[in-house]
């Protein structure tokens, strides 16, 4: 089976340009969690959706990030314009409701994009 | 103060050695909690789920202490293949919701 699949896989772009990041999580997966991580500040949650509908995007650095779902098959993250600041590894995660607390339902994560803002 | 907290290491150990790592947590509401491995450039895996009464999965025992607000990852009969960044989770989460909160990982370098 296709594990969550991310493009591109590297991003270089450079300053104000816009970025999108596209991601396909695991057929059949009701949630899909977009994340950030970076040397620094490690492994954070920007935002997720249960059946397509953006849930939490609290973690969303700022108006220049967007994200979308417009089906159960797709979602991308949009940065625009995009900073050096933003240079990271985004990881797309998905999860499926098991009927246990959704708590307990493990994240199957995509291999990452890496993006450089120059 | 940070909502979780790991030591960042790196943990240099020899093979065979017994490792213990510990994370905290600052959310008395949290209720679920895991552990996830992740090696360099690669993205994160479960590695185990941590139950209220603890858990064991071969040479890796998970537990958690509810009352200090902390989980524990015990490694024994450490092995090379075990290096990697070990990234404790907190899941605070009812129903349609969840928020997960990831440490930043503690570093594990097994040495021949």
């Known amino acids: 089976d296709a594990g969550v699949i991310q493009s591109p896989r590297h991003e270089v772009t450079e300053m104000g340009q816009e970025v999108t990041l596209r991601c396909k999580p695991i057929s059949g997966h009701d949630y899909l969690f977009w994340y950030r991580q970076t040397m620094m500040r490690g492994l954070e949650l920007l935002i997720y959706f249960n059946n397509n509908v953006p849930i939490d995007d609290s973690g969303m650095p700022e108006d220049r990030f967007s994200a979308k779902m417009p089906n159960a098959s797709f979602s991308t993250l949009k940065i625009q314009p995009s900073e050096p600041r933003d240079s990271a590894v985004y990881f797309c995660a998905s999860s499926a409701r098991t009927g246990l607390s959704v708590g307990h339902n493990e994240q199957f994560f995509g291999p990452g994009t890496r993006l450089t803002v120059l | 103060r940070k909502e979780v907290e790991q030591d960042p290491g790196p943990f240099n150990v020899p093979e065979g050695a017994t490792v213990a790592f510990n994370c905290t947590y600052s959310n008395s509401a949290s209720q679920s909690f895991f552990w996830y491995r992740q090696d360099c450039r690669k993205e994160p895996k479960l590695l185990m789920s941590?139950?209220?009464s603890g858990n064991e999965d071969g040479r890796f025992t998970a537990q958690l202490n509810r009352a200090s607000q902390y989980i524990s990852l015990l490694i024994r009969d450490s092995k090379l293949s075990d290096s990697a960044t070990y990234l404790c989770?907190?899941?605070?989460?009812?129903?349609?919701?969840?928020?997960?909160?990831f440490g930043t990982g503690t570093k594990l370098q097994v040495i021949p």
């Open positions: 941590v139950y209220s």
């Open positions: 989770v907190v899941n605070i989460g009812s129903g349609g919701y969840q928020k997960v909160t």
